[in-house]
């Protein structure tokens, strides 16, 4: 399981590439984890997973602070499946 993360710079924002997803996953929450907390990124639960593959766009990425990516699976029936990450540190 991997998490690819491309920062892009106008506007500020980073593609999250979410692959090798545990079968059965249909939604996925994504976590921003910065120095002291950690957030959902929002509209996360609302991207469509494509087989074992999900794509987020962070609009709300901080700039200029150094972050990292963890993610959530879940079944269509609710079950957790895990997590993946943390991904490496972006700023």
Known sequence: MAIAVTVLSEPPQAELLIDDLPAGT????????GVSRER?????????????TVRVLDYDMPIGRPIS???????????????????????
């Not at 249909?26 to 984890?33: A, I, K, L, M, N």
Request: charged share 25%.
């Open 40 to 52: 959902r990124v929002r509209g996360d639960d609302q991207q469509q997973v494509v087989g074992d």
């Open 26 to 33: 249909t939604r996925v929450w994504v976590y921003r984890v």
């Open 69 to 91: 990516y963890r993610v959530r699976c879940w079944a269509a029936n609710g079950a957790d499946l895990g997590s993946i990450g943390p991904s490496g540190s972006y700023t």
